[in-house]
C-alpha cells in the first residue's frame, strides 16, 4: 500500500507543475497589455527648409522717370562674373537721342516766342492808356457827329432842298416874265422885225430851260425830302448806335486782349519751364540707362526674396537683342558670393522653440556630405506670411566652400534634451472627455481594476513622450484604454 502510494504520489508531483503552469499562461491572457513607465533619454528636433543668401546683394534696375522704352542691344549672361564698373546691359539710345535733340530745338523756339510774347506784352501795356483815350475819343467825336447832323445838318439839309426849289421857281417866274415885257414891248414896234424874232427865240428858250430846270429841282427835292435826307437821319443814328456799341465792345476787349497776351505769355512760361524739366529728366534717364555694376560679384537674372530666387526664365527673351524691359523692373541682382547664410522659415507654433544663439546642423542638397554648424542670429518680431516667421541663421563658410546663393539645406535644431526624461508611449496617455488639456494613465493593478492617474506631460519625440509630474519610474500602465463592461480584477 505504501508502494502504491508513493507511486500515485509520484505520478501526481509531475501534474502539478503542469497544472501551475497553465493556470499561469491562462492568467496572462487574461492580463492587459502594460507599459512601464522608464528613464532614458529625449530629444526634440525641429528640421527646416532653408535657402542659402547673400550678405550683400544689389538689385539691378533701370530707374528711368521719364523714358519708358528700353530696348536692349546685349545683356551679360546668366552665372557671369562681373566686375564694378562692368556694363551689365546696353541699351538702344537712338530714339531717346533723337527725342533730346527735337526737345532742345523746341526750347530754342519757345524761348523766341516768349521773348516775342514778352514784347507784345510790353506794347500792349504801355498803349492800352493810349488805345482807352482813342476809344473815348471816338466814341465822343461821333456822339457829337451824330448831334451835329441831328441839330444842324439835317435841318439845313431841307432848308437847303427848299430854297433850291424855290430858286427854281423864281428863275422860272423871272424867264417867264422877261418873255413877258418882251412881248410887250415887241407890240409897241420898237425894234425891227428880225431882232425882235431873235430876242423872243432866246426868252422862250430861257423860260423852257426855266422850266425843266424847275422840273430837275422838284425831281431832286422829292427826292431829297423823301429818300435821300431820312435816310442820312437813319445812317447817322445806325452809325452813332454802332459806334457806341463798338466803343463797349471794344472797352470790354482790350482789357481781355491784355489779359489774353499775359496768359499767352504764362503759358509760354510754362511750356518752357515743362520743356526745360523735361529735358532734364531725359539727359538723367539717358544717364541711368547705361546700367554699370555696382560691385564685384556674380550676375543672377531676376531677384532673390528671402533667399528664394526667380530665376531667368522670364526674363531670358526680353534680355535678347531687340527684346524690351520696363523701368524700375529688377532685371538682375548682383550677389557676392561670401559671406553667406542660410534663411528659413519658422512656423507660429515652433516660434517658442529657436532662440537666437542655438545650434543647428545643416545637410545641404547639392552636397549632402557638407554638413557645416548654422547658428541662429535672429528671428523676425514680425510674421513675414501668415503664421510664418522669417530666421536668419550665420553660416561661416571657407573661401573655397562650393556652396553659392540659391542653394537649398535642411536645417535642424535640436529644441528639447532631457538625459533622464521620464518616458512612456504617447498612446498610453488619455485626455478627459470635457478637457482635452487634462491627460492621465491608467495605472494597472493586479486582481483589482485600474487606477486613474493625473500626470503632466512634457515633450514629445516621435511615439514617446515625457512625463513631467503624476508617474514614478517603472510604474506600469495600461497600454490602451479597457473595453467598456470589462473590469479588471
Do not use: C
Given at each position: 500500500k505504501d508502494g502504491e502510494k508513493d507511486e500515485k504520489a509520484s505520478e501526481e508531483k509531475p501534474a502539478k507543475p503542469d497544472e501551475g503552469e497553465a493556470k499561469k499562461k491562462e492568467e496572462e491572457k487574461k492580463k492587459p497589455e502594460t507599459h512601464m513607465a522608464v528613464r532614458k533619454p529625449i530629444r526634440?528636433?525641429?528640421?527646416?527648409?532653408?535657402?542659402?543668401?547673400?550678405?550683400?546683394?544689389?538689385?539691378?534696375?533701370?530707374?528711368?522717370?521719364?523714358?519708358?522704352?528700353?530696348?536692349?542691344?546685349?545683356?551679360l549672361p546668366q552665372g557671369a562674373s562681373v566686375t564694378k564698373g562692368q556694363s551689365l546691359v546696353t541699351l538702344d539710345f537712338e530714339k531717346i537721342d533723337d527725342r533730346i535733340d527735337d526737345l532742345r530745338h523746341e526750347i530754342t523756339l519757345?524761348?523766341?516766342?516768349?521773348?516775342?510774347?514778352?514784347?507784345?506784352?510790353?506794347?500792349?501795356?504801355?498803349?492800352?492808356?493810349?488805345?482807352?483815350?482813342?476809344?473815348?475819343?471816338?466814341?465822343?467825336?461821333?456822339?457829337?457827329?451824330?448831334?451835329?447832323?441831328?441839330?444842324?445838318?439835317?435841318?439845313?439839309?431841307?432848308?437847303?432842298?427848299?430854297?433850291?426849289?424855290?430858286?427854281?421857281?423864281?428863275?422860272?417866274?423871272?424867264?417867264?416874265?422877261?418873255?413877258?415885257?418882251?412881248?410887250?414891248?415887241?407890240?409897241?414896234?420898237?425894234?425891227?422885225?428880225?431882232?425882235?424874232?431873235?430876242?423872243?427865240?432866246?426868252?422862250?428858250?430861257?423860260?423852257?430851260?426855266?422850266?425843266?430846270?424847275l422840273k430837275g429841282a422838284e425831281i431832286r427835292h422829292e427826292n431829297a425830302t423823301k429818300f435821300l435826307l431820312p435816310r442820312e437821319d437813319l445812317?447817322?443814328?445806325?452809325?452813332?448806335?454802332?459806334?457806341?456799341?463798338?466803343?463797349?465792345?471794344?472797352?470790354?476787349?482790350?482789357?481781355?486782349?491784355?489779359?489774353?497776351?499775359?496768359?499767352?505769355?504764362?503759358?509760354?512760361?510754362?511750356?518752357?519751364?515743362?520743356?526745360?524739366?523735361?529735358?532734364?529728366?531725359?539727359?538723367?534717364?539717358?544717364?541711368?540707362?547705361?546700367?554699370?555694376?555696382?560691385?564685384?560679384?556674380i550676375l543672377y537674372r531676376g531677384n532673390f526674396h528671402r533667399g528664394k530666387w526667380s530665376g531667368d526664365t522670364a526674363l531670358?527673351?526680353?534680355?535678347?537683342?531687340?527684346?524690351?524691359?520696363?523701368?524700375?523692373?529688377?532685371?538682375?541682382?548682383?550677389?557676392?558670393?561670401?559671406?553667406?547664410?542660410?534663411?528659413?522659415?519658422?512656423?507660429?507654433?515652433d516660434l517658442r522653440r529657436i532662440k537666437p544663439g542655438m545650434q543647428a546642423k545643416t545637410k545641404f542638397t547639392a552636397f549632402p556630405d557638407l554638413k557645416p554648424q548654422a547658428t541662429a542670429k535672429e528671428i523676425s518680431a514680425a510674421p513675414v506670411s501668415p503664421?510664418?516667421?522669417?530666421?536668419?541663421?550665420?553660416?561661416?563658410?571657407?573661401?573655397?566652400?562650393?556652396?553659392?546663393?540659391?542653394?537649398?539645406?535642411?536645417?535642424?535644431f535640436t529644441v528639447y534634451e532631457n538625459e533622464k526624461a521620464l518616458v512612456i508611449p504617447a498612446s498610453a496617455v488619455f485626455s478627459e472627455e470635457d478637457d482635452e488639456d487634462a491627460k492621465y494613465v491608467l495605472l494597472y493593478r493586479e486582481g483589482a481594476k485600474p487606477k486613474k492617474q493625473t500626470i503632466t506631460i512634457g515633450e514629445r519625440s516621435g511615439e514617446d513622450i515625457e512625463i513631467l509630474t503624476g508617474l514614478r519610474p517603472n510604474r506600469q500602465i495600461l497600454a490602451k484604454k479597457p473595453e467598456e463592461g470589462k473590469d479588471e480584477k
Amino acid at each position: 500500500k505504501d508502494g502504491e502510494k508513493d507511486e500515485k504520489a509520484s505520478e501526481e508531483k509531475p501534474a502539478k507543475p503542469d497544472e501551475g503552469e497553465a493556470k499561469k499562461k491562462e492568467e496572462e491572457k487574461k492580463k492587459p497589455e502594460t507599459h512601464m513607465a522608464v528613464r532614458k533619454p529625449i530629444r526634440v528636433k525641429l528640421t527646416l527648409d532653408a535657402t542659402l543668401e547673400s550678405t550683400s546683394m544689389d538689385e539691378i534696375s533701370i530707374r528711368t522717370t521719364k523714358w519708358g522704352e528700353l530696348t536692349v542691344l546685349e545683356a551679360l549672361p546668366q552665372g557671369a562674373s562681373v566686375t564694378k564698373g562692368q556694363s551689365l546691359v546696353t541699351l538702344d539710345f537712338e530714339k531717346i537721342d533723337d527725342r533730346i535733340d527735337d526737345l532742345r530745338h523746341e526750347i530754342t523756339l519757345l524761348q523766341l516766342d516768349r521773348s516775342i510774347a514778352e514784347t507784345e506784352l510790353q506794347l500792349a501795356e504801355k498803349l492800352a492808356p493810349l488805345d482807352k483815350a482813342q476809344l473815348d475819343r471816338l466814341a465822343r467825336h461821333s456822339k457829337e457827329d451824330y448831334e451835329r447832323h441831328r441839330k444842324v445838318l439835317a435841318p439845313y439839309n431841307r432848308e437847303a432842298a427848299e430854297i433850291s426849289l424855290k430858286s427854281y421857281k423864281q428863275s422860272l417866274a423871272y424867264a417867264q416874265e422877261e418873255l413877258n415885257q418882251l412881248k410887250k414891248m415887241y407890240e409897241a414896234d420898237d425894234l425891227t422885225e428880225e431882232t425882235e424874232e431873235i430876242i423872243l427865240i432866246r426868252a422862250q428858250n430861257a423860260v423852257e430851260r426855266a422850266k425843266f430846270s424847275l422840273k430837275g429841282a422838284e425831281i431832286r427835292h422829292e427826292n431829297a425830302t423823301k429818300f435821300l435826307l431820312p435816310r442820312e437821319d437813319l445812317a447817322a443814328e445806325d452809325l452813332a448806335k454802332r459806334d457806341e456799341l463798338a466803343h463797349l465792345a471794344l472797352k470790354k476787349i482790350q482789357p481781355a486782349q491784355l489779359r489774353k497776351l499775359k496768359l499767352q505769355d504764362r503759358k509760354l512760361e510754362e511750356q518752357l519751364k515743362n520743356a526745360n524739366k523735361t529735358l532734364s529728366l531725359l539727359e538723367k534717364d539717358r544717364k541711368l540707362m547705361s546700367v554699370p555694376s555696382p560691385a564685384d560679384g556674380i550676375l543672377y537674372r531676376g531677384n532673390f526674396h528671402r533667399g528664394k530666387w526667380s530665376g531667368d526664365t522670364a526674363l531670358r527673351p526680353r534680355l535678347r537683342r531687340g527684346g524690351t524691359v520696363k523701368p524700375n523692373e529688377v532685371l538682375m541682382t548682383i550677389v557676392r558670393p561670401r559671406p553667406l547664410f542660410l534663411r528659413a522659415s519658422v512656423s507660429e507654433k515652433d516660434l517658442r522653440r529657436i532662440k537666437p544663439g542655438m545650434q543647428a546642423k545643416t545637410k545641404f542638397t547639392a552636397f549632402p556630405d557638407l554638413k557645416p554648424q548654422a547658428t541662429a542670429k535672429e528671428i523676425s518680431a514680425a510674421p513675414v506670411s501668415p503664421g510664418k516667421f522669417d530666421l536668419r541663421a550665420d553660416l561661416p563658410l571657407p573661401k573655397d566652400s562650393p556652396l553659392l546663393p540659391g542653394m537649398t539645406a535642411k536645417l535642424t535644431f535640436t529644441v528639447y534634451e532631457n538625459e533622464k526624461a521620464l518616458v512612456i508611449p504617447a498612446s498610453a496617455v488619455f485626455s478627459e472627455e470635457d478637457d482635452e488639456d487634462a491627460k492621465y494613465v491608467l495605472l494597472y493593478r493586479e486582481g483589482a481594476k485600474p487606477k486613474k492617474q493625473t500626470i503632466t506631460i512634457g515633450e514629445r519625440s516621435g511615439e514617446d513622450i515625457e512625463i513631467l509630474t503624476g508617474l514614478r519610474p517603472n510604474r506600469q500602465i495600461l497600454a490602451k484604454k479597457p473595453e467598456e463592461g470589462k473590469d479588471e480584477k
